[in-house]
DNA sequence: CATGGGATTGACT
DNA sequence: GTCAATCCCATGC
């Protein structure tokens, strides 16, 4: 299990070093091969636009899951970093999936595994992981990481699915997972080995 | 109080 | 490649 002091760092290091970690929930889990990090100091983040409702969570201390409902659909799962008081956070974006993989089946009704966890909103509803979830602990909560015993490879790349400050490299994929949500990054896109 | 857009996905051409 | 689904919330009148 992570600690909170974990978190509390700068949320790109954080993300890169999140890359390799098993996610869990309940009977679900898997390692987490792909995260982008977003900062309130630029405009794609929430938080850019100050405390609302809506951004609370993520002006919360480090260590705090922010959920939030993306596209009127999908949950999108978050990690709250830096000190109380600054708006950070590491988006999920994929994982690998290792244990549940039936729960995740049925949730997702479909049948590849790559294909159960292979995006934010995907993972999300692979794990069960819903919008009263927001505000979790990710250090004493239902929803748990656990530190990776190496560190993966990683590419590196712009963050996707976004209109504001696209282009700042702060997405950080495992470059040998086929677990990744599409598009790759042009770091992974020559060759491939598998996950 | 009305409106528009979004850190997405899946289905379709 | 394009596009709709669907809803919270920020913004503007």
């Not at 070093?17 to 869990?24: A, P």
């Not at 956070?89 to 294909?115: H, K, T, Y």
Request: with cysteine.
């Amino acid at each position: 299990m992570t600690d909170r002091a974990f978190y509390g760092r700068s949320v790109h290091e954080v993300a890169r070093d999140l890359v390799g970690c098993v996610l869990r929930h309940g009977p679900t889990a898997g390692r987490i091969v792909e995260t982008e990090s977003y900062h309130e100091s630029e405009p794609a983040c929430h938080a850019h636009i100050g405390l609302t409702a809506r951004t609370h969570t993520l002006f919360r201390e480090p260590g705090v899951a922010y959920v939030y409902r993306s596209y009127g659909i999908h949950a999108l799962l978050n990690a709250v970093c830096e000190e109380e008081g600054t708006g950070a956070a590491v988006l999920i974006r994929a994982l690998e999936p290792l244990e549940g993989l039936d729960e995740m089946r049925a949730r997702r009704g479909l049948q590849r595994p790559e294909d159960l966890c292979s995006g934010p909103g995907k993972l999300t509803q692979a794990l069960g992981i819903g919008l009263e979830l927001n505000g979790s602990s990710l250090t004493d909560g239902p929803i748990a990481v656990e530190p990776r015993s190496e560190a993966p490879r990683l590419a590196e790349g712009p963050r996707i699915g976004i209109t504001k400050a696209a282009d700042l490299p702060w997405r950080f994929c495992d470059a040998d997972s086929r677990h990744v949500s599409r598009p790759w990054p042009p770091a992974m896109r020559r060759s491939r080995v598998a996950a």
